[in-house]
Antibody, heavy 113, light 111 residues
Framework: QVQLVQSGAEVKKPGASVKVSCKAS????LHWVRQAPGQGLEWLGW????????RYGQKFQGRVTMTRDTSISAAYMELSSLTSDDTAMYYC??????????WGQGTLVTVSS | QSALTQPASVSGSPGQSITISCTGT?????????VSWYQQHPGKAPKLLIY???IRPSGVSNRFSGSKSGNTASLTISGLQSEDEADYYC???????????FGTGTRVTVL
């Protein structure tokens, strides 16, 4: 059974960056999805945990970076130039046949001055 | 890339069937058979219900079924139960610059 464990909640000031981790094994696409308070799901991008290939949503191009460290089975999502609109729960999730079948518990990122 | 369009809310009585629609374009739903559906209870992570339009992962109740016609996908919940009360989201692979897009979400209420 795949288990994804994410890092803890973060509080950041506007303009700062945040880096969220997701403990996961290798060999598949790992997606990042966020959900602002009371809002719907929004897709940020994916990283292939074996070869490090990435694909980002157009809205986040230039502001998001997804990386992985295979030696410790971890993936990372870094979002820069934060604004209050980036306040959200951030999830990592594995892909199976273009469906997201296993999800992390979520990491709450709060952006506040 | 705009979100796929879902009704904001759908309700039904226990035992009834309900259907949630998800409308996109020929670049997403209409152009690919990669539609998935998710159930999300308050304070929880989403759960995969359907992938590739119609396929249920192991462990998902057969009361959930998916279909697609043209640019619109649908999720049907039959034999509605109180535990089905949740938010539901569709998702589609797309040919656009953003390869995945979610629906706007539907709140299901069991009367």
């Amino acid at each position: 059974q795949v288990q994804l464990v994410q890092s803890g909640a973060e509080v950041k000031k506007p303009g700062a960056s945040v880096k969220v981790s997701c403990k996961a094994s290798t060999g598949y696409f790992l997606h990042w999805v966020r959900q602002a308070p009371g809002q719907g799901l929004e897709w940020l991008g994916w990283i292939h945990t074996s070869n490090g290939g990435t694909r980002y949503g157009q809205k986040f191009q230039g502001r998001v970076t997804m990386t992985r460290d295979t030696s410790i089975s971890a993936a990372y999502m870094e979002l820069s130039s934060l604004t209050s609109d980036d306040t959200a729960m951030y999830y990592c999730a594995t892909e199976y046949q273009r469906g997201l079948d296993h999800w992390g518990q979520g990491t709450l990122v709060t952006v506040s001055s | 890339q705009s979100a796929l369009t879902q009704p904001a809310s759908v309700s039904g009585s226990p035992g009834q069937s309900i259907t949630i629609s998800c409308t996109g374009t020929s670049s997403d739903i209409g152009g690919h058979n990669y539609v998935s559906w998710y159930q999300q209870h308050p304070g929880k992570a989403p759960k995969l219900l359907i992938y590739e339009v119609t396929i249920r992962p192991s462990g998902v109740s057969n009361r959930f079924s998916g279909s697609k016609s043209g640019n619109t996908a649908s999720l049907t919940i039959s034999g509605l139960q109180s535990e089905d009360e949740a938010d539901y989201y569709c998702n589609s692979y797309t040919s656009n610059n953003t390869p995945y897009v979610f629906g706007t979400g539907t709140r299901v209420t069991v009367l």
